[in-house]
């Protein structure tokens, strides 16, 4: 039985417009969130996720596996975010300013929301994976195209981190890292 999400690649692919754009709906949310995972600007993350649209527009036809469209345009997404923190490294900004994040209306969602965000990137990254997109270790190694072992231990070690994190935070201090 073929799903919704194989059915719309497999029509996307011969020329479907509207078949693209329902699975970009489907998975902006996901696009969102991996973004975010790397970039911590929401307007660079909504720039990575508008070349991300046009590239997978330009590019679906190069799926050779429908069932893996959603790994293939994560895998996009990450790639113009690794561009996007690589242009902005050889820019020198004429000052910094603070831009607005994504911020849930509860408190304990925001503490978590911060916690996460004072994590490393390698770290923040297979959380966000593993957490809030439900990828398995196995599929999170060949996304970020390291080892599963290192997955683990990167799983680990931000746990670790969140919990300091949010301990030092319920005592009212507060630690970025």
Known sequence: METDMLRLVKKAQKGNKEAFVSLIKQ???????VARSILQNDNDCLDAIQETILKAYQNIETVREPKYFKTWIVRIV????????????KVVPLEKTEEPSFKDTTSETMIIHEAIDSLHEDFRRVIMLFYFEDLSIKDIASLLEIPESTVKTRLHRARNQLDTWLTNTDKGGCSNG
């Open 27 to 33: 998975n902006e949310s996901l696009l969102y969130r």
């Open 78 to 89: 990450m790639n113009e975010c690794y561009s996007m923190q690589t242009l902005k490294r």
